[in-house]
């Protein structure tokens, strides 16, 4: 498995490991906080033994889910109990742990048609499915400052769309933010698909509006927003022509 890390290839100041499964990189981060390290999505199952190789070096208290699907939370409930961290996920995504098709999703693009048929299909099954597990802490509107309380210099951001229960994370100028933008392709790239394409829109509007220097995409490595906003506005533009 190719495997790159911040210490191999570093970017601004950001923690990460990038599992290339084939040609398709999953990419997990850490954020290093004052009681201890938050661990930012947790892969999937054949990323585990790369990951937690990776996460040695670091005392991770929290494991940060931006979204409950298969490539994000797989080993989730496995390193909190190898670990004891506590995990954390947005609210509207606890129906969809370990069934993911019950947020079915669209696709962004029309040539993500045929993708997007296989995006559901692979929902519903097995071995595309998280065993089901418990969040620690959910996250809802009314604790969005938890990480402060937690010791982390960072805040939770609402980024629903590619699921509804989609949040990034926002600390020291990078912009953590699952698929709510991609760079699965080795260059910026809209997301290939949405469970609400309206909500992926006015996420997007709000990293334009947030402008962080990087977005630490869960697939590829980190990218640089100057790099990522006229894709944005280019996609945002072609939406509002439908």
Known sequence: MKIITNSAFPIGSIHYICMYLGTSPVTCYVIRGRNGDML?????YTTYPHLLKWLEGYDIRHIFLTHAHVDHDFNAARL????GAKI??????????????????????????????????????KLFSTKPY????????ENRNILRDLGYDADIVPLSGHTLGSTGILSDGVLYCGDAFTAMWGKPDITP??????????????????????????????????????????????????
């Not at 829109?201 to 990087?214: F, G, H, Q, T, V």
């Open 88 to 125: 954390l996920l947005g609210s509207h995504d606890l129906p969809i742990i370990g069934h993911y098709s019950r947020q079915p999703v669209k696709a962004a693009l029309p040539k993500y048609r045929l993708r997007n048929v296989q995006q559901n299909l692979c929902g519903g099954m």
């Open 40 to 44: 930012v999505d947790s892969g999937f």
């Open 193 to 242: 698909h949405a469970t609400s394409l309206r909500l992926m829109c006015r996420s997007l509007e709000r990293m334009l509006k947030i402008s962080p220097k990087w977005l630490a995409t869960g697939h590829g490595l980190p990218v640089a927003m100057r790099a990522a906003e006229p894709v944005i506005r280019g996609y945002l533009a072609e939406r509002k022509k439908l």
């Open 80 to 83: 909190r109990e190898k670990t």
């Open 134 to 141: 418990r969040p620690d802490i959910v996250i809802s509107p």
